[in-house]
């Protein structure tokens, strides 16, 4: 049941009559589906237990967010340290299988931590081509008396072929320009100049610094222990498909994946075995209907975390 809460907290949770509500809405399947029966749906089951029931390459992007090699409670179920083999092992029992749901131009990003980053590629080489490694700073964490804070998660990046989907403009990230250069007229050289400052667009790279982790008095927080923000999803999402694309999440927990690819414009299926889980994904799905917003990403681009984003109107200025 959920606690009492301040008034400045957002973190969505979940009634009892709530969880009657939305678990209706959840599906589980029992057989081979078709594609059609399964979009924009959770499906409140165990991987394992359905995987030989999904449609063939029907999948344009494939984001796994598994529980990382530690021990830990996710309501109901809890995982158990491994060794790095038999870590490596557990995710190719799956990976195989989630393979054959994907399209032959799609793409995958695999999350994991600094330890799980050992077991990882050992099983992605077989079966991808892996492309790269994004580092992103967590910067929430405990401190450490005799090793080093963990403060960052990497997100490996694979695809199936060589032809795949990859937007870059889609995912720049706005700046400050701390040195800002012009050219011999005195035009911005590789900048805007905007009411709120000087700006510039950046590509993107494999090191994300600009992603704050849910917490309270954010809109997308809820209870789930491990849960991606909207932004970094949404990162994944716009680079690696088109609108209309299908995403789907094995690992769903919360339900971030598929609340971003609706906000998107994109088709979902989630797979996650808690009841409560599943019922807060449909919860934010409902409520993504009228809360499109994502955090730190507007007018088309991503900006920096703690900065607040206002709308992009360049401004030309010379040097008198």
Not at 152 to 168: H, L, P, V, Y
Not at 269 to 288: H, I, P, Q, S, T
Not at 302 to 310: A, H, K, L
Request: with cysteine.
């Amino acid at each position: 049941m959920p606690k009492s809460k301040s008034s400045r907290n957002k973190t969505i949770r979940l009634t009892r009559s709530e969880i009657a509500e939305f678990s209706k809405k959840t599906i589980k399947i029992t057989r081979p589906v078709a594609a059609k029966e399964i979009l924009n749906k959770t499906i409140n089951q165990d991987l394992f237990s359905i995987l030989d029931y999904l449609p063939t390459k029907f999948v344009d992007l494939l984001i796994i967010d598994p529980p990382y090699n530690l021990y830990k409670k996710f309501n109901t179920n809890s995982f158990r340290e491994k060794s790095v083999h038999d870590y490596a092992d557990w995710i190719e029992s799956f990976i195989v299988g989630l393979k054959r749901i994907l399209k032959p131009d799609s793409s995958l990003y695999f999350c994991g931590d600094w330890h799980t980053s050992i077991s990882i590629p050992l099983v992605l080489e077989k079966y991808f081509i892996i492309r790269n490694r994004i580092t992103w700073e967590r910067e929430k964490g405990r401190g450490a008396k005799r090793n080093w804070k963990n403060s960052s998660e990497d997100i490996w990046f694979c695809t199936m072929a060589n032809k795949f989907t990859f937007n870059t403009d889609s995912v720049k990230l706005k700046r400050k320009v701390l040195a800002p250069y012009r050219d011999a007229n005195g035009d911005p050289k590789d900048w805007r100049a905007d009411s709120e400052g000087d700006f510039r667009l950046t590509h993107p790279s494999n090191i994300w610094n600009d992603i704050s982790v849910p917490f309270w008095s954010m809109p997308e927080n809820t209870e789930h222990p491990t849960q991606k923000p909207e932004k970094l999803i949404a990162k994944l999402i716009l680079a690696s498909t088109r609108k209309g694309d299908t995403v789907f999440d094995p690992f769903l927990g919360s339900g971030t994946s598929s609340v971003v690819a609706k906000k998107l414009g994109r088709k979902y299926v989630g797979v996650e075995m808690d009841k409560y889980y599943a019922c807060l994904a449909e919860k934010r799905l409902e409520e993504a209907d009228s809360k499109s917003i994502i955090q730190g990403y507007k007018d088309g681009v991503f900006w920096e975390r703690n900065s607040v984003p206002f709308s992009i109107k360049p401004q030309r200025k010379k040097i008198q």
